[in-house]
């Protein structure tokens, strides 16, 4: 069905049928969503908020947090933000994003009340109804006035800003309009063959475009359902999959090795699970871990390429019976995908290069950033940052993030390709090669490894084990152990910055 807009979105599911669901709550049915929707915008209106105009939305993530997303963004522009921020950052991003209001959740005792006040912006409390389903909620404020455009958003309206997760820069603004996230709704329900009678349980955070677009939009869009966790918890992970018996769930690589670390405890659910694919996204996933998810849970597992700019999903593993390949990240799903080299020239097949994209799924550009956009766009084609090569079938390999690229004395080292050597030792559970300063060579090859519980490891046997399969140039020069890797708020592995935070940098 063709649908721009995310009131459009939202008609695809029947009127009886589940939308939204949570563990232990009833789940909220499409027609209630609908009127949940309806009846937010004409709220917002009353409070002078309309199309275009930003509310942040700071709630703990949960199906009230996937509900005020998708009704918020029938009639106006929403602002996930992260709710463990403190209340500085609340004020950097709510400044920034020149938001009109903050939702918050009544009795929620965030900072961003604080940094709201200070900033002069009005609160929304949003007060969750759990008996009316999962989701449901009663918005109030003291705000009112008459909204400039009242009504549901049009396709060419901004339904969605998120920061980039920049993590040497400051972070950029990227406007998503409502027909960029139609568009990649539709594109990651194509590509997993999603149906009404699909079930997805969300554990992703709903500030970041994976959870809020892979997990919640594409299975609406699809007319199914999403049951929203609390968060990710390794503990609960398989208790959910019992009660929620959920067609499939969408992670980044390090919640699936949690879960995998848990597996051998849950037999007993991994037989009963109705999965029938598992996705991963976000970052890279090694070989092994989807080696050993595929032998745990009986299911293929797809990988696919995303970014905030191109409203998640660029490509992507296809289902069987085609071909999925560990390693890669699949072949476009949606967007057209390119390799172009520095000044701009479209390369062929096998030859590495930048990742470019471009589509009805990405975004016009940064806002207010004529800089960013300079650089971020090369006739038409939006850059990704990312390296990587495709290959005559079109299946597209990452080798890195061009900014984490080790640069040792004029020599480069992919991260990645350390990494997925390293995995293969028995003793390693998980791994992440970085760039440490160094005096003469500019750049060092460092690795962080987590060892397998009860099974050790010294520095010099992982430097001879990787010396046996890389170059020298590319064997870690250092070797840490840890009981954790520190990971960004999405839960991925950080590179970047990662030698400063360890002690090793300058
Ligand atoms: P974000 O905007 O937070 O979704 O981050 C997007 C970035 O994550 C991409 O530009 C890639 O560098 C990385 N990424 C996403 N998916 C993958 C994947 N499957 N393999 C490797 N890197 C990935």
């Known amino acids: 069905m063709a649908f721009a807009t995310m009131w459009e979105l939202l008609q695809n599911g029947a009127d009886g049928s589940p939308a939204l669901g949570a563990p232990e709550t009833a789940a909220l049915s499409f027609k209630d969503l609908r009127a949940l929707a309806a009846d937010t915008v004409a709220t917002l209106n009353r409070m002078g908020i309309g199309r275009n105009d930003r509310v942040a939305i700071v709630l703990p993530n949960g199906p009230e947090m996937a509900a005020a997303f998708l009704c918020v963004a029938a009639g106006a522009t929403t602002a996930p933000l992260n709710p463990a921020y403190r209340q500085e950052e609340f004020e950097f991003y709510i400044a920034d994003l020149k938001s009109k209001a903050v939702i918050v959740q009544t009795g929620d005792d965030t900072p961003a009340r604080a940094a ?114 609390p968060g990710f918890n390794a503990l609960k992970f398989f208790a959910w999959l019992d009660e929620v018996a959920p067609s499939w769930y969408t992670a980044v690589p390090t919640m699936h090795q949690a879960i995998l670390t848990r597996a051998e405890r849950n037999k007993e659910s991994l037989a009963k699970s ?134 040792r004395g004029g020599e480069k080292v992919s991260p990645l390709e350390v990494d997925e050597v390293v995995m293969d030792h028995p003793a390693v559970q998980q791994v992440v090669t970085f760039a440490i300063p160094h005096d003469k060579l500019g750049e060092e090859v460092g690795a962080a490894i987590v060892l397998r519980e009860g099974q050790s490891a010294t520095e010099r046997d992982i430097r001879d084990f990787a010396a046996k399969r890389l170059a020298d140039f590319k064997v870690p020069r250092k070797v840490v152990f840890l009981a954790e890797i520190p990971k960004g708020a999405t839960g991925k592995l950080q590179r970047i910055g990662l030698a400063e935070k360890l002690g090793l940098g300058k």
Request: net charge neutral; charged share 15%; aromatic share 4%.
């Open 274 to 407: 109705k999965l029938r694919f598992i996705r991963s996204s976000s970052a890279s996933l090694p070989p092994q871990v989807m080696q050993a998810l595929e032998e745990t849970f009986g299911c293929p597992v797809i990988e696919s390429y995303g970014m905030t700019e191109a409203a998640h999903q660029m490509a992507s593993n296809p289902l069987p019976p085609r071909a999925r390949f560990a390693g890669s990240v699949g072949i476009a799903a949606g967007p057209e995908v390119r390799v172009m080299d520095e000044e701009g020239n479209l390369l062929g097949p096998n030859t590495l290069g930048e990742i470019v994209i471009r589509g009805p799924n990405v975004t016009k550009g940064y806002e207010a950033n004529p800089d960013a956009n300079l650089k971020g766009f090369a006739n038409g084609w939006f850059r990704t940052g990312d390296q990587g090569t495709l290959d005559d079938q079109g299946y597209l390999r990452i080798t890195g993030r061009l900014k984490e690229l080790i640069n």
């Open 116 to 229: 709201a006040a200070k900033l002069g912006v009005p609160l929304i409390e949003l007060a969750p109804q759990r008996a009316r389903g999962a989701g449901a909620y009663a918005l109030s404020s003291s705000l009112t006035g008459t909204a400039a455009t009242p009504g549901f958003a049009a396709a060419d309206d901004v339904a969605l800003i998120l920061h980039t997760s920049g993590t040497t820069s400051r972070p950029k603004i990227v406007p998503l309009s409502q027909s960029n996230i139609c568009a990649s709704a539709r594109h990651i329900g194509a590509t997993l063959e999603l149906k009404g009678n699909d079930r997805c349980l969300n554990i992703m955070p709903l500030f970041h475009i994976h959870g809020l677009i892979a997990a919640v939009l594409s299975s609406l869009a699809a007319g199914g359902q999403t049951v929203c966790t």
